[in-house]
């Protein structure tokens, strides 16, 4: 599937990553103490969403990107320790937040909002808690990207 969004063929990714969600979600059913199979689904959710929002299907991309997001988030509940787990949590969220915006209208700005809002504390809760140290890069370019739709935010849609 991603090889396929890469080269833009929407069709075989959303395909791909369709059957990707199917295969994962069944193995979350067998055995759901399986913190890697929960991985796969949030995994699969999240590509899923990006093919559909870079198609411009943004109420398929919100909805695969909430799903992404809340396995994110249980993985993070689940193991509050592993900046990974956040990390992978609030990129999802800056990526929902993304697919809202480009809907272009106040409500959608304003959750949004609310999502880079929680994204980046939760960033600046890690970076405080000294949990970034060894991928200091990659969190300060999350971290830059949610500043920026954040300011984006303030200006009105149509001159973005």
């Given amino acids: 599937g991603q090889i396929a969004l890469k080269t833009g063929d929407m069709e ?3 395909k791909n990553f369709q059957e ?4 994962r979600e069944g193995l979350v059913a067998q055995d759901p103490s399986n913190l890697q199979n929960t991985e796969y689904v949030a995994h699969a959710h999240d590509w899923l969403g990006r093919a559909y929002s870079q198609d411009g299907q943004l109420d398929s991309a919100v909805a695969h990107y909430e799903r992404a997001c809340y396995a994110y988030s249980e993985l993070a509940n689940r193991q509050p320790d592993v900046a990974d787990r956040v990390y992978d949590a609030t990129r999802c969220q800056s990526n929902l937040a993304a697919a809202h915006m480009k809907f272009h ?3 959608h700005d304003a959750c ?4 880079l809002e929680e994204a980046y504390q939760a960033l600046a ?3 405080a ?3 970034l140290a060894y991928r200091q890069k990659r969190f300060d370019a999350l971290a830059d990207g949610i500043q ?3 300011r984006l935010l303030e200006k009105p849609p149509e001159q973005r």
């Fill in 112 to 115: 949004a909002r609310v999502l």
């Fill in 12 to 14: 075989v990714a959303v």
């Fill in 129 to 131: 808690d000294g949990h």
């Fill in 105 to 107: 209208t106040q409500d």
């Fill in 125 to 127: 809760s890690l970076r």
């Fill in 20 to 23: 990707a969600v199917t295969i």
């Fill in 148 to 150: 920026t739709n954040l």
